[in-house]
């Protein structure tokens, strides 16, 4: 019941949320070059995008820019994805917001320098939170952990920490093996 009351009122805490909520660039950090590559996707195919082939393990990350928290835990994000991506991390970013906010989505992702697809989140909100796990009530932020099968390895609800991420995925890729091409 609480659960679906969190995903009933998801919709008026974004609209709320939205109005002057973009992250504000550091002083003195250009934005990237090339302006953010964003897609809408359903859960199916997020899904596919964790499991398409050439990755040890795959952070899924589902995020705002109305997310205070996940504002706050996105460099980490970077940071790891920017550590890891030799070692065969692929980083999944998709983003909550509503389709009437892609500008700011782009804005930030472009301060944030990010250079790969990311997701703008389509379908119906309980089919998305469930098809991703059933024990997240659709609090933002979501982290999921998969090795390079796409079976998941780790679920965290909230913020997390950089040296969480490097501990979990340190531990993914320890017994993960090679991916299939």
Not at 117 to 142: E, N, S, V, Y
């Amino acid at each position: 019941m609480i659960r679906r009351a969190l995903v009933c009122l998801f919709p008026i805490l974004v609209a709320a949320s939205v109005l002057g909520c973009g992250a504000p660039r550091p002083a003195g950090k250009p934005a990237a070059a090339a302006p953010a590559k964003v897609q809408p996707a359903t859960v199916d195919q997020i899904l596919a995008a964790v499991r398409a082939p050439g990755a040890r393990v795959v952070l899924l990350n589902v995020w705002a820019t109305w997310c205070t928290p996940c504002r706050e835990e996105f460099p980490d994000l970077m940071r790891i994805e920017h550590e890891y991506r030799q070692r065969g991390l692929r980083l999944v970013l998709v983003s909550a917001d509503f389709d009437t906010e892609l500008p700011a989505v782009k804005q930030f992702l472009t301060e944030h320098e990010v250079d790969f697809l990311t997701f703008l989140k389509q379908g119906d909100d309980m089919h998305f939170i469930d098809g991703l796990d059933a024990r997240w009530t659709g609090a933002l932020p979501a982290t999921l952990l998969y090795d390079g099968a796409g079976q998941r390895l780790w679920f965290h609800e909230g913020k997390t920490t950089y040296d969480t991420l490097k501990t979990r995925i340190d531990e993914a890729l320890g017994s993960a093996v090679a991916p299939a091409h």
